[in-house]
């Protein structure tokens, strides 16, 4: 088994714990999610003009109640990319 850090209780030994920052200060998330999902995912996001990140930011606030925040609209089916492709 690899380490991915080192820690003092061996049963976590795969728990990464991620400190950098983006350029806009936000904390970098790991998630674990199936390929084809993941590039399924990235397609749709590009036929609303977004991004999985924006998409994900958009859900958990609204996941989680915050004012104002709204749940991401989904592209319709068979919707052009943004970019035309």
């Known amino acids: ?8 209780d061996p049963r976590r030994d795969t728990l990464v714990t991620v400190t950098g920052k983006s350029g806009r200060g936000t904390a970098r998330q790991t998630i674990r999610v ?5 590039e399924q995912f990235g397609a749709q996001a590009m036929r609303s003009g977004g991004d999985r990140s ?3 930011r958009d859900f958990i606030r609204w996941y989680v109640r ?4 709204r749940m991401p609209k ?7 990319a943004a970019d035309g492709g």
Do not use: F, Q, Y
Not at 34 to 38: A, I, K, P, R, S
């Open 74 to 80: 989904r592209p319709e089916v068979g919707a052009p």
């Open 34 to 38: 199936d390929e084809v999902l993941w």
């Open 54 to 56: 924006a998409l994900l």
């Open 1 to 8: 088994m690899t380490h991915a850090t080192s820690t003092p």
């Open 66 to 69: 915050e004012p104002g925040a």
